[in-house]
């Protein structure tokens, strides 16, 4: 009697659950909400807090009306879209907390203003994203070194995230440009003058981003590597440039409208 009572309560959760997950996945083909191929920012569960972030980090309406393919929109709506371009997975009850850095690369502090109390700042996260292609936001500069294969085409040995907006660019640059779009180890990026090159990485590529960004992977806690699906040259990697911080409704992520 109880085995019954308990598989007709799975049965009607699934009943429930079902037509409910089935409705809402629906929604990104329909409502107006960005959802482009480069990397979602601010858009995180309120219980989760992150570091303010950077200009750079700031939502860019894209002009490109493309927002992949509806079963990416429907699976990301389910799942989020923070695994994708992901290269670890932590391996734990909870999500891995990690410190919420400033500009200076330092620990984040709230203050209370009547007690004067600091409280700090951490971020939380089930995927870490390796230095690379999926953490670069649309309008982001890129200084470019490497083998100009010629053709407007660029293999990187080196890269440099949001230079100092008043230095120019030294000598020995192979390319100059913002992001465009990014597509698995492919970086699209357009000069000043309108020119577009394609910038190929690989894993021996090197990225400088700005402080608090781009850090490498922690050495505590259990990671296990899921590069060989997700990360820029993994099964789906070509949809890297979606990464965000989207946790999807099945994770209780109920952030995006």
Known sequence: MIYSMIRRGIRASIQMLLPVVLIIGIFPASVDYPVYPIRWTGLVPSNHPTKPKSARSALIVSPNPD???IWLRYLTRLVGDDWLGADWM??????????ALDDN????????????????????????VDPGPALLSMSDTL?????DAGSHTVY????LVDPPARMAPPDGVSAVGKVLAVSGQTITIQDPGGIRSSVTVDP???YSFPNGEGLPRPKDGIWLSVSWLSGPAGLLGRYDGFHGDYRGILRLDFSQP
């Open 67 to 69: 927002r992949g393919p």
């Open 156 to 159: 990187a040995d080196n890269i």
């Open 204 to 206: 021996y590529t090197t």
């Open 143 to 147: 200084w470019v070194w490497g083998f």
């Open 105 to 128: 690369g330092q620990q984040l502090y709230v203050t209370n203003p009547h007690t004067g109390v600091k409280t700090p700042q951490w971020n939380y996260t089930r995927f870490w």
């Open 90 to 99: 932590y391996i734990g009850l909870g999500e891995y907390r990690y410190p």
